[in-house]
């Protein structure tokens, strides 16, 4: 069974950064697309960044120059390099994968992320 874990959240002061990462059991990090998203209380859950297999990136406008994605296929893990954070980053962030071929979805737990002002 194919367990995502995210770890690296916590408390940050604004203009601080974090890094996120998403572990993933079984063999399908590599042959996945990688999503990190997010949701703020009272808020809807937002994409905040993409990796595809072949590692072509995209960001939201409201993280751009500030978050990076990476990936890891060796380590089947995935990265959210998080800088200069502001408090409207603060929400719960979450990994997805997507298999490209078959597109089965896997979801994270989730971990907080916390800019305090």
């Known amino acids: 069974q194919v367990q995502l874990v995210e770890s690296g959240g916590g408390l940050v002061q604004a203009g601080g950064s974090l890094r996120l990462s998403c572990a993933a059991s079984g063999n399908i990090f590599s042959i996945s697309t990688m999503y990190w998203f997010r949701q703020a209380p009272g808020k809807q859950r937002e994409l905040v960044a993409t990796?595809?297999?072949?590692?072509?990136?995209n960001y939201a406008d409201s993280v751009k120059g500030r978050f990076t994605i990476s990936r890891d296929n060796g380590k089947n893990t995935g990265y959210l390099q998080m800088n200069s954070l502001k408090p409207e980053d603060t929400a719960v962030y979450s990994c997805r994968l997507i298999i490209d071929e078959t597109n089965q979805r896997y979801w994270g737990q989730g971990t907080q992320v916390t800019v305090s002002s």
């Open positions: 990796i595809t297999t072949s590692g072509s990136t």
